[in-house]
């Protein structure tokens, strides 16, 4: 899907970083007898040999409730059992229909830190709630917000924004306000990964100026918005403007930053930003529509 035609000028480059380790940390553990006791301290180290029988042997994740077992007591996750057609993957015995329970109850009383915990999270959560807690953890770490790449970079904000300058040579830029000119010589080619990214950092947070050609139906049309790095919560504390225009006629948006945590692709199919048919485009750029020339300028402001 991915064009080889440079848009603009282009920044796009490639990268071959690979993500941070994201490890579960799963040998901080606490076995808490059965008689409903919460435990006075959860941090205690217990063996982690615990967490490793409640790993899969197959697909190496964490087992949860139905955990199967063969006759000879091996045992495997309900989401692998359909997939090994009946029949022990270590010991190739037939597998039957056989639930662990005493296994289930083990991971029941166990307690464990979040997987987030060496970006920052310090809760610590019953093994069967830790799943739930961690997809919502708000420390848990940001995709990459380049976008035109299937970039696999994971990180806080700080090694993001590093990383967009060092690895995708993004431009960076100081300040609340803007003025971009976007320039392509040839107008009549708009295919979907045509885009263009630039970051900002004003009122100490990072923002994503995104600008980009796609398809809406059968009509090429261009569209600018604006992403904030960090969480939904705090993005909405932040507006931003943009305009565009020339020959006479101005156009204006007035947005609220989205989430970094909401995919580019998604902000652009939800048009959720300034959006400049192609004609429109043109009429802006002047001259022998030949070339498209559109000056964006625009401002982001605190919300009191
Ligand atoms: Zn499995
Ligand atoms: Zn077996
Ligand atoms: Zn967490
Ligand atoms: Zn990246």
Known sequence: ?????????????????????????????????????RPLKPNVSVSSSVCELLEC??????????????????????????????????????????????????????????????????GIHPYYSKLKHESQCAYRPYNCPYAGSECNVVGDIPYLVSHLKDDHKVDMHN?????HRYVKSNPQEVENATWMLTVFSC?????????????????????AFLRFMGDDNEAKNYSYSLEVGGNGRKMMWQGVPRSIRDSHRKVRDSFDGLIIQRNMALFFSGGDRKELKLRVTGRIWKEQ
Request: aromatic share 8%; glycine share 6%; net charge negative.
């Open 1 to 37: 899907m991915a064009t080889s035609n440079p848009f603009f000028d282009d920044i796009r480059s490639t990268s071959d970083v690979d993500p941070p380790q994201n490890e579960e940390l799963l040998d901080v553990s606490e076995l808490v007898d059965d008689h409903s006791q």
């Open 57 to 122: 042997p197959v697909c190496l994740n964490a087992m949860y409730p139905p955990i199967h077992q063969c006759s000879n007591g091996h045992t495997l996750c309900s989401g692998c059992k359909p997939r090994v057609h009946n029949r022990c993957p270590t010991c190739r015995h037939e597998l039957g229909n056989i639930r662990c329970l005493a296994l289930e109850k083990i991971a029941a009383s166990l307690e464990l830190p979040c997987k987030y915990q060496n970006y920052g999270c310090i």
């Open 175 to 179: 300040g609340s306000t803007f003025n």
């Open 203 to 223: 009122f100490g947070q990072c923002f994503c100026l995104h600008f980009e050609a796609f398809q809406l139906g059968m009509a090429p049309v261009y569209i």
